[in-house]
């Protein structure tokens, strides 16, 4: 590997050189996980039955989520108290609704 004087003239420049650096490694970090991306959507795209399946996930977690999120609903919430001016002492459900004007 040839030694390049810009190279040396860069580190050697205290915190500028420092900062350099840090950025190269953060650009070279950056076009490696590029590389992996690409090379994982190239798989993807080679084997149809990796995309079914991922398809088949993601809606099994969304359809999950909407259960668990009708079920809280149809349960009152955080505790069937809907109105902002509650005077309850104590919420149930260890949810509690502060006012912020």
Same mark, same amino acid.
Request: glycine share 10%; aromatic share 2%; hydrophobic share 45%.
């Given at each position: 590997?040839?030694?390049?004087?810009?190279?040396?003239?860069?580190?050697?420049?205290?915190?500028?050189?420092?900062? +350099? =650096?840090?950025?190269?490694?953060?650009?070279? #970090?950056? +076009?490696?996980?590029?590389? $992996?991306?690409?090379? $994982?959507? =190239?798989?993807? @795209?080679? *084997?149809?039955? $990796? @995309?079914?399946?991922? +398809?088949?996930?993601? !809606?099994?977690? $969304?359809?999950?989520?909407?259960?668990? +999120?009708? %079920?809280?609903?149809?349960?009152?919430?955080?505790? %069937? !108290?809907? %109105?902002? #001016? !509650?005077? *309850?002492?104590?919420? !149930? %459900?260890?949810? =509690?609704? @502060?006012?912020?004007?």
């Amino acid at each position: 590997m040839e030694h390049d004087p810009n190279e040396a003239d860069a580190r050697d420049s205290g915190a500028g050189g420092a900062a +350099v =650096e840090q950025f190269q490694r953060a650009a070279l #970090d950056a +076009v490696r996980s590029a590389r $992996a991306l690409l090379d $994982a959507a =190239e798989s993807v @795209i080679q *084997e149809p039955a $990796a @995309i079914e399946a991922m +398809v088949n996930t993601v !809606s099994s977690m $969304a359809r999950s989520a909407t259960e668990a +999120v009708a %079920g809280f609903a149809a349960a009152g919430g955080a505790g %069937g !108290s809907t %109105g902002a #001016d !509650s005077d *309850e002492d104590e919420p !149930s %459900g260890g949810f =509690e609704h @502060i006012s912020v004007d």
